[in-house]
């Protein structure tokens, strides 16, 4: 049977983590997993580091919103700077929302594009790899999804 992305949500919402340390990876991996989450006319909201006296994090911004923009979907809001977290590397660190939303319908079906190797390194910080697992519990998914499983 080929697999099918459902695509039905109106939103989604992710604070990834930072990203500092692998050029913006976890952020995109997060956004595009997002991005295949939401129908045609679907928005999102992703909670991105933010402090102009920090490279990687102008960089990760960029990338974010090139990512974003290559999906179809406009940045309309980039809220005030709201959280501040308590880092031992970066005691000033903030954040703020990102607002976007997809300016048209898609072409074909959503794909769910598997994160490439360079992906899993870094990916929760330096020297902290995203590792691979796989649950599969088919009485879980014939229950939510009767007629999926074959």
């Not at 006296?53 to 923009?69: K, P, Y």
């Amino acid at each position: 049977m080929p697999r099918r992305l459902l695509a039905k949500a109106d939103a989604f919402y992710t604070n990834p983590p930072w990203g500092s340390v692998n050029d913006g990876e976890s952020v995109v991996a997060f956004v595009n997993r997002g991005i295949e989450s939401v129908h045609d006319r679907g928005a999102g909201a992703v909670v991105i580091a933010h402090d102009l006296s920090l490279g990687w994090a102008q960089r990760v911004l960029h990338r974010t919103q090139m990512e974003l923009l290559e999906n179809d979907f406009v940045v309309n809001e980039i809220g005030a700077q709201r959280h501040h977290y308590y880092l031992d590397d970066a005691p000033q660190l903030q954040s703020r929302t990102l607002l976007a939303r997809r300016l048209r319908p898609r072409i074909g079906a959503p794909n769910s594009r598997p994160l490439n190797a360079r992906s899993f390194i870094d990916f929760y910080g330096r020297n902290q790899h995203l590792r691979r697992g796989f649950v599969l519990d088919r009485n879980y998914l014939e229950r939510e999804s009767p007629g999926l499983v074959s």
